[in-house]
């Protein structure tokens, strides 16, 4: 069964290359015949790693193409994830599975209410990669990924073609916690990164924001259900402020290179879920205040 991946960043990349390695049928969706012909030139997806750059003939199709798509991996960010899957929908078969790499919470359950009929499998991954030109990712950090769907099933076949792959994974019956407690890390690092125009080892400095923000994260976490997501948050979030030191978050990425952040789904999903848990959460609603107004004085949207 082919793998249709939608999405050429850096995850997208990361994925479809190491599938196509592994001598899996692997299809690329792009959005138009302009970045199909872009694609085309380029002769394919190229996979940087340990210092060395292979290149993979995937072929590509645009979201219009005929073909039906019985396994799909969305991997754009959340703020595309509505409009990309509404592009593809028609081509869905009756029992078509979705992988979900979006990050942050929102996008998935938007997606996922859009196509009832499909099998949505959420996916939280701590692998690390980054574009460092068009068609073309470097990957940066070993990582996991969990898999896991909202009604709990069984895990699916074609999880031997993530072993093939050599894609660390590992199938979660309830994926909800491990989704809750990456978007409190990422609320916790992020926004501080780009506020204070740093890298994240950097944020040791900020430690009293570090630990405020962690201990009203705790508090939603604990309000929302998440008691799981909220045990020993402060340490982990210093452990990887410590391990990632040099580098820089993805949202300063996005922000320095004046793309569109995911705050709508990291920071403003954490704000949203305290308001409707009337959990007091006066930290975080500032930082997201000083966030929008940040992104606003660049030209940047802040939604």
Known sequence: MCWHVLGAGSLGILWATRLARAGLPVRLILRDEARLAAYNAQAGLALIENGERQRFAIPAQTASAGEPIERLLLACKAYDAERAVAAVAHRLTD???VLLLQNGL???DAVAAMIPDARCIFVSSTEGAYRDEDWSAVFAGQGFNWLGDTQHGASPAWLDDLRQAGIPHQWTADLSERLWRKLALNCAINPLTVLHQCRN???????EEVTALCVELGHVLHGC??????EGLLDQVQQVIAATAGNYS???QDVAQGRRTEIRYLLGHACATAAALDCPAPMLNQLRLRL??????????SD
């Open 106 to 108: 929102g996008s998935q």
């Open 95 to 97: 029992k078509a599975d």
């Open 201 to 207: 080892g950097e944020l040791q400095a900020h430690a």
């Open 225 to 230: 259900g998440q008691p799981g997501a909220a």
């Open 250 to 252: 993805s949202m300063y």
């Open 292 to 301: 929008i107004e940040h992104l606003n004085a660049r030209g940047l949207p």
